[in-house]
């Protein structure tokens, strides 16, 4: 079990707060997403102690991470976001020095590198120098370094950054299989990776939780609100960013209600994802208009004879 | 504006290009490539090391092919002056301003200065850099960087643009953001008519793309529309109401998605196990197959 507990996290160089008072508890493996700068890293940077001004408790299974998070970086097994390796190193040579580090004995760690090697297929670049591999290789090497540590909680940030589609799959079935012996935390902004986990999603916006609870639910939040406009009916762009380009000329978009000639679709998890983010931008812009003219925002969210949908779904923008 | 989609506009034929030497900077090869650009989106996907990066810089005219030629249909005529390339993180000159940028860019290619004018005057408003448009280059972020890229490519009258993985490092509303200057661009009058767009997210193919190529090893496996890349697997994917981990069929699959309690497979067991529903195909298991099959 994760659990943040009034925390508030912050880093030093810029004095901004991501995290005020934030509260949270995960049980099970989970999905992190959230768009970029929404807190997702600090997360799970916070638990193994790379931030430096933390208020609050954070736990990893019962135990407080510490000062520095000691206990974190003993129980939690940490993927960061970038690809920092040693450049001298083969892929090996790394996985197999991974494994002393953390007390196996020589001949074990050898094997164990090579059996994660061969799920990620990297025994092609086994002998190959860092400094040489490709970036997809650094990211697989690094996941197959944390994934040999046998901790509680597996911490992977960005999974598949990097990855062509036969990577991501491999990556991602490994967590998958990994998530049944122990806890696995995602934090990624790739909607289709949500369905790693699909029992349990949390979306993460400014250091808050906007949506918690399993994937298909998050699509089920946008029934209603999503719309085809036939290529005829599309003439201009919308001006809102709430819409997106389909193949053969025809666009997608999100609304309270239908405008004319536009059809409602079943919404995917990318949908409801859109509906979610939609709804808690502009919720300032609907109160600040709520408070100089009552009906106003009201009218303009919910009213059948819409104003074309190209315009604005709120107003004070 | 995107005309009739099924119209080619460019035949690439057998294309070779076979750098020698080794190294980190040493571009993959590319043999034999040949194919058509049609109007619209065409999605360019494939594994790391595929060679598409080599591909579209032999389009943008960056390398000189060894062997083969890209031409335009129906005219004949050699594609360099009439393409376009933006890479994944595109740079601005220091000292330059975006508006004396795109003005150069313009004359260089030959426009009248009083039609460049009011050209870059639109591509900037198109593009939200108007409030940038007179400062120096170098004080531009990545997003205005990219913006400025795709500006350049309006002012040089294109007749094909080429990304190379424009939206690898967005987040969704990002590379909404992105697909949506694209699809205004397309329907400004006079923009550029075919689109090739590397990427290696297939759902972002699957939402935006009309037709797609998949590259391995330098070589085309299939050119066609998204739709007929999903029929590659027709007949082979189910619905799974439990996880399937069978490793000894190469044809298994665990797919990484799932929707309620079902589970995605793609397999060539023969018989299916009776709890397994058919389910459509993706663009996913299309891929998967045109990949595998050719291994095997």
Redesign the interface.
């Known amino acids: 079990m994760l659990e943040w507990e009034g925390v508030s996290l912050g880093y030093h160089r810029t004095g901004r707060k991501i995290f005020e008072e934030f509260s949270l508890t995960v049980e099970d493996s989970t999905v992190l997403l959230g768009?970029?700068g929404s807190g997702k890293s600090t997360l799970l940077a916070s638990i193994v102690g790379i931030l430096p001004e933390v208020n609050g408790i954070i736990r990893i299974g019962q135990r407080p991470v510490g000062r520095g998070g000691a206990a974190g970086r003993q129980w939690a097994s940490y993927v960061p976001g970038a690809n920092l390796l040693p450049r001298e190193l083969t892929v090996s040579e790394y996985l197999t020095e991974i494994g002393r580090l953390d007390g196996m004995s020589s001949a074990s760690s050898r094997r164990h590198a090579q059996a994660v090697a061969e799920r990620l297929q990297l025994t092609e670049s086994l002998r190959v120098r860092m400094?040489?591999v490709?970036c997809?290789t650094k990211r697989k090497t690094l996941i197959a370094a944390a994934v040999l540590k046998p901790a509680e909680w597996l911490l992977v940030d960005e999974p598949t950054?990097?990855?062509?589609?036969?990577?991501?799959?491999l990556v991602?079935?490994l967590l998958?299989?990994e998530s049944r012996h122990r806890g696995v935390l995602v934090a990624t902004?790739?909607?289709?990776?949500t369905?790693?986990f699909?029992d349990r999603l949390l979306l993460l916006h400014d250091g808050q939780i906007i949506f918690d609870g399993p994937c298909?639910r998050l699509a089920e939040g946008a029934q209603g609100h999503v719309f085809r406009v036939p290529q005829k009916a599309v003439g201009?762009?919308p001006s809102d960013?709430w819409?997106?380009?389909?193949?053969?000329?025809e666009?997608k978009i999100y609304r309270q209600a239908c405008p004319p000639s536009a059809i409602g679709i079943e919404p995917t998890v990318?949908d409801g994802?859109?509906w979610a983010?939609l709804n808690v931008e502009s919720k300032p812009d609907l109160e600040r208009a709520a408070t100089d003219s009552p009906e106003g925002p009201v009218e303009a969210m919910t009213s059948t004879n819409d104003p074309p949908y190209r315009e604005k779904i709120s107003h004070g923008q | 504006m995107v005309n009739n989609p099924l119209s080619p506009l460019v035949q690439v034929r057998r294309l070779t290009y076979q750098p020698r030497g080794t190294g980190r900077a040493r571009a993959m090869p590319v043999t034999e490539c040949s194919f058509m650009v049609h109007a619209g989106f065409t999605a360019v996907i494939g594994p790391n090391g595929a060679g598409k990066t080599t591909l579209l810089k032999l389009m943008a005219g960056l390398y000189r092919p060894h062997r083969g030629s890209i031409r335009t249909v129906p005219d004949h005529r050699a594609l360099t002056r009439q393409v376009a390339y933006v890479p994944q993180f595109p740079g601005a000159y220091p000292t330059l301003t975006p508006r004396g940028f795109l003005f150069r860019l313009a004359v260089w290619n030959g426009s009248d200065r009083f039609q460049a004018t009011s050209r870059i005057q639109t591509a900037l408003a198109l593009m939200g850099l108007e409030a940038v448009a007179d400062r120096p280059g170098r004080t531009l972020d990545p997003a205005q960087r990219r913006q400025l890229a795709l500006a350049a490519v309006w002012v040089q009258h294109a007749l094909v643009v080429l990304f190379d993985e424009p939206t690898a490092t967005l987040d969704p509303v990002h590379r909404l953001a992105f697909w949506q200057d694209l699809f205004r661009w397309s329907h400004q009058p006079d923009s550029p008519q075919a689109y090739l767009i590397a990427s290696h997210r297939l759902d972002e193919v699957e939402a935006h793309c009309d037709r797609v190529l998949v590259l391995e090893h330098g070589r085309i496996r299939y050119q066609g529309t998204v739709q007929s890349l999903a029929e590659c697997a027709a007949g082979l994917v189910y619905w799974s109401p439990e996880r399937v981990y069978d490793r000894e069929e190469a044809m298994i699959l665990e797919h990484y998605w799932s929707v309620g309690p079902r589970f995605a497979v793609l397999s060539e067991r023969r018989p299916v196990p009776p709890t397994w529903t058919p389910r459509p195909p993706t663009p996913w298991d299309g891929y998967v197959v045109t990949l595998r099959g050719r291994r095997q």
């Open positions: 768009p970029t400094r040489a490709s997809a950054s990097g990855l062509d589609p036969e990577g991501q799959r991602l079935t998958q299989a902004r790739q909607v289709a990776e369905a790693v699909p298909p201009e762009a960013r819409w997106q380009p389909m193949p053969g000329g666009i990318e994802y859109f983010l």
